[in-house]
């Protein structure tokens, strides 16, 4: 506590105050990660173009993979202060949870109307994909957003055809 105090420039019992102990810190540093991964989904969703399955999935996979490694593949420095304070795992659960309640709502929803979803137990799929894929960029760091995407479609079975826009 001393060491975050002194990080942040405040006193100790600043931090006691807003945080209670060490585990509050650690859940605010959890918290707010969690939150800047939910903001990315929601700005790729405002972001996406109807019908273009292929395009969004791209972009997709592009906002996933750089929420956690940087420009160069390594990972973002707070990924190491998780992996650090030992709460990674935790912070892979809370953060696909939050991430799959996010994309099940009007995403899936969306893809519903114009696409027959050939899977089922779909929140469940959505875990799986995207624990999943955190798990294999560990082990393949070096995938290509390529393969992530078939890896996605594949056990998704999503349609990629493009829609014609209505009208």
Not at 13 to 41: M, Q, R, T
Request: glycine share 6%.
């Amino acid at each position: 506590m001393a060491a975050i105090a002194q990080e942040a420039t405040v006193t100790r019992e600043l931090i006691y105050y807003h945080f209670g102990n060490k585990n509050g810190v650690i859940e605010a540093v959890i918290d707010d990660y969690v939150e800047d991964l939910v903001e990315s989904i929601i700005v790729w969703n405002e972001s996406r173009i109807f019908g273009d399955t292929e395009g969004s999935l791209r972009k997709c996979i592009h906002s996933f993979r750089y929420a956690l490694y940087d420009a160069e593949g390594r990972p973002r420095p707070m990924i190491g202060v998780l992996e650090e304070l030992g709460v990674r795992d935790a912070f892979d659960v809370r953060a696909t949870k939050e991430a799959v309640d996010c994309i099940c709502g009007p995403i899936v929803e969306e893809y519903a109307a114009y696409h027959q979803i050939e899977i089922s137990l779909v929140y469940e799929m959505f875990c799986l994909v995207i624990f999943g894929m955190v798990g294999l960029l560990k082990v393949r760091p070096n995938i290509s957003d390529e393969d992530l995407m078939k890896v996605v479609e594949q056990t998704l079975r999503l349609d990629m055809k493009p829609l014609k826009t209505p009208g």
